[in-house]
């Protein structure tokens, strides 16, 4: 399954009144905001502004059903020509879109495990997962839904649900624990993400980790294991749901790796079409971050001293556990309704995305966040044959081309992970996409893009699939 799409537009979801405004305010700010020095690989870049002519045939690139397919399209056939549009960076909803394309990628991925019971979910994930504060509340007595009765339907549906003898709410994961990375739930034969998998049939799985990966500061070995992760899930017909970390205390040096891993889980969610939670987001504007003393866990809603973790009131929601399970309640909400009950999906899709990647026809990049997992099925025709980044190179060096058109100056992030954990060189070229116009390359760094056309050049050497991802900074 891959996927070409920026889904970077949406709506916040239905948070209290208070949190939305809190939510708004930061989505303003941007998709992606990473602190700390710039790293070695950071350059500033100027372009003439022309942008490539692109004759004869153009390309459409399709998203159906989970296959991105690339359709010649005839420039002569009658329809105009089509112009991109400048580069416009959106904010990320607090939820991914869910559009009638993801709905069915979802059901695809379903029908591989018919056996899998549609009012069951698994926790996989580190200490805040295996937390009884996490979702366990929704079994007990003290549910205060405020504004959010319509999450009633869904709260009854999932703890009817039978996880090994109990709810999936408050079940005992095999598949988290205190101290965990994403490695941990990968150990063992089978590991232990599958052992809890055969054990209660879950058609979900909120695969949590990366709280405790980013000690590790290697975002290309999270990327390969997440999508190890992924793989045995979708295998059997799980749904993965992905989320962010929470962050950092503010003067912290591991918030900008926790943002950088964010990134990587955010990129895999949009490539692939998953759901996904961004808790970290909204945590910001919270007092304190949402965070308890050791500035690493969220903080609970208290109330004389007892928890009160499913209070969705105004001041419950100023606590990031309290935030962390509304977003996942809606999600689970959102995914019962559109694969379950067979409501329509509540977003639309995105436009489609243009080009094959070539020099002839870049991939177009118009929105940020973008992310791509590009398949050997999908061209990477580019040609960094002679590159004045690597004049030294006398092989020829085949790339995937993407294209971006700047109106005004723009700070972005762009990395390519393998699923093997390799960090591919990117090259950031000219408007005419030439390896001669090649202005640096380098791995998993920052740009500064002035004014103009500007094309990135994923470098292919053996035909790797890979994640892309192109994010503001």
Request: proline share 6%; charged share 25%; glycine share 8%.
């Amino acid at each position: 399954m891959s996927r070409g799409v920026c889904y970077a537009s949406g709506v916040l979801s239905r948070l209290p009144y208070a949190l939305m405004l809190v939510g708004l305010t930061m989505m303003l700010a941007g998709a992606l905001h990473c602190v700390g020095e710039r790293p070695a690989g950071e350059f500033t870049a100027r372009s003439a502004g022309s942008e490539t002519a692109v004759s004869g045939a153009s390309t459409r690139t399709r998203v159906d059903a989970g296959a991105t397919s690339t359709e010649a399209v005839d420039a002569d056939a009658g329809a105009p020509p089509h112009e991109q549009a400048p580069l416009r960076v959106e904010s990320w909803p607090a939820l991914s879109p869910l559009t009638p394309s993801v709905v069915a990628d979802l059901r695809a991925i379903a029908a591989r495990g018919e056996a899998q019971r549609d009012d069951v979910f698994a926790k996989l994930g580190g200490s805040s997962v295996v937390s009884h504060a996490f979702l366990h509340c929704f079994r007990g007595q003290n549910v205060v839904l405020g504004e959010h009765t319509e999450l009633q339907a869904t709260i009854d549906f999932f703890a009817h649900g039978r996880a090994g003898g109990t709810s999936p709410f408050t079940r005992e994961s095999l598949a988290t624990h205190e101290g965990w990375s994403i490695r941990h739930g990968l150990t063992g034969r089978p590991t232990r993400v599958e052992q809890e998998v055969r054990a209660i049939s879950p058609r979900y799985a909120f695969a949590l980790f990366g709280g405790n990966d980013v000690m590790a500061r290697r975002p290309r070995t999270f990327h390969r294991h997440l999508l190890r992760l992924i793989e045995k899930l979708e295998r059997r017909g799980v749904i993965p749901i992905l989320g962010s970390t929470m962050p950092r205390r503010a003067r912290s040096d591991m918030e900008e790796w926790a943002r950088r891993y964010d990134g990587v889980s955010r990129a895999v969610a949009i490539s692939r079409g998953l759901p996904y939670m961004d808790v970290h987001a909204l945590a910001l504007e919270l007092p304190g971050r949402g965070l308890a003393r050791d500035g690493v866990h969220p903080n609970v809603y208290l109330d004389h001293r007892r928890s009160r973790a499913c209070d969705f009131t105004e001041e419950g929601v100023r606590h990031g556990q309290n935030v962390r399970n509304l977003l996942a309640i809606q999600t689970l909400d959102r995914l019962r309704r559109a694969l379950t009950a067979g409501e329509p999906p509540p977003d639309a899709d995105p436009p489609e995305t243009q080009g094959d990647g070539s020099a002839l026809a870049p991939v177009e990049v118009e929105r940020l966040p973008f992310a791509e997992f590009r398949t050997r099925e999908m061209s990477a025709a580019g040609d960094l044959t002679g590159s004045a980044c690597t004049p030294e190179r006398s092989v020829a060096v085949p790339a995937r081309l993407y294209r971006v058109i700047i109106s005004e100056p723009l700070r972005v992030r762009a990395w390519a992970f393998t699923t093997d954990g390799e960090s591919l060189p990117i090259a950031l070229l000219g408007a005419d996409a030439s390896p001669a116009s090649c202005v640096s390359a380098h791995r998993d760094g920052l740009f500064e893009l002035a004014e103009g056309s500007w094309v990135f050049a994923v470098e292919a050497l053996g035909d790797p699939e890979f994640t892309f991802s192109l994010t503001a900074e």
